[in-house]
Each structure stands twice: as C-alpha cells, then as structure tokens.
C-alpha cells in the first residue's frame, strides 16, 4: 500500500494490477479524496474573503449549486433529468426549482410537442449569476494556487487535470 495525504492507495505496478479489485478500490478512494479536497479547499473553503455569488442566494449546498452549474453547461432539462443528472430527490429538486423560480435565476416551460414534461432553464439573471460565480471562483483559485504552488507545480496541475479530464470523458 501507498500512503497519500492520510489515504491508503493500493501499490499499482503491472497492467495486470489495474484489473484487481484493489486497482478499482484505490481508483475510487483517489476520485472521493479528490472530490472532498477540491470542495473544501476551493468550493467550501470558509477562508476565501470573497463572498460567493449563489451564497446571496442560498444556493450553498452541493445539490443545489450542481443544478445551476448543469443548467447553465447544457441548457433546459426536464424536471427528472435535472434530478438524475444531480442525484437529487424528486420532490427536493422540485422545491429548489421553484424558488430559483422564485428569486427570477430560471424559469419552467413546456414544449409544443409534449405538455405534459416540464421543462427549467436558467434567465438572463441566472446566467448572470453563474457568470459572476465563476469569476469569484476563478479569483479565489488564482490567489490559493500563486500562494501554494510554484511554476512548474501549476503547470503540473494544469496538464495533470486535463489529462484526467480527457479520460474521464471517454467513460
């Protein structure tokens, strides 16, 4: 086993390991480590002076927050495409809809060819939103990864991410 920032990793050295249930284990145990320390050193963290956007709002929770992200990425998606694509309860999602509804972040329609679905996507206000979030995240990110990580440590990151991105795609 390998020991990384408090985790265990089983030792990969074969292409044959990666077929084990201790690859796949290790596999999943990176994703979570990467998922939490991404949240709380940049989407959570309660160090950043600057105030997030969807904070104004209530739109804290990672729920939440993943909806108007998925909203604004890929445009209007029916109510239980909103809640599957987030893991989010049915009813939970609807109650979120209707106060982004509410606070004027989105709005619901129904298509001419089928009135029965309903639709949600996100208002000019929203997209604004979203837009001004991004802006603080990306300030927020700068002033951790300046302060943390040299040059050739950013880089790093940067063409290690894409990488990953690159395979995570191809799943």
Not at 90 to 102: A, S
Not at 140 to 166: F, G, P, Q
Request: no cysteine.
């Amino acid at each position: 086993m390998v020991e990384e920032a408090g985790k265990e990793y089983a030792e990969v050295k074969t292409a044959k390991d990666t077929d084990s249930d201790e690859f796949f284990e290790s596999l999943g145990s990176a994703f979570s480590e990467f998922i939490a320390v991404y949240n709380k050193r940049l989407v959570f963290d309660k160090e950043n002076v600057r105030v997030k956007p969807l904070d104004r709002y209530n739109l804290g929770g990672s729920s939440q927050r993943n909806t108007v992200f998925l909203l604004a990425r890929s445009g209007p998606k029916s109510m239980s495409e909103l809640a599957d694509n987030v893991n989010y309860d049915r009813g939970n999602m609807t109650r979120l809809v209707d106060y982004l509804v509410k606070q004027g972040l989105a709005r619901r329609f129904q298509q001419e060819n089928n009135r029965k679905q309903v639709y949600v996507e996100l208002t000019a206000k929203g997209y604004a939103l979203i837009d001004e979030e991004g802006d603080v995240f990306v300030k927020n990110m700068r002033d951790k990864v300046r302060d943390k990580l040299d040059d050739a440590e950013r880089l790093d990151l940067l063409e290690t991410l894409k990488k990953a991105a690159s395979y995570l795609k191809r799943l």
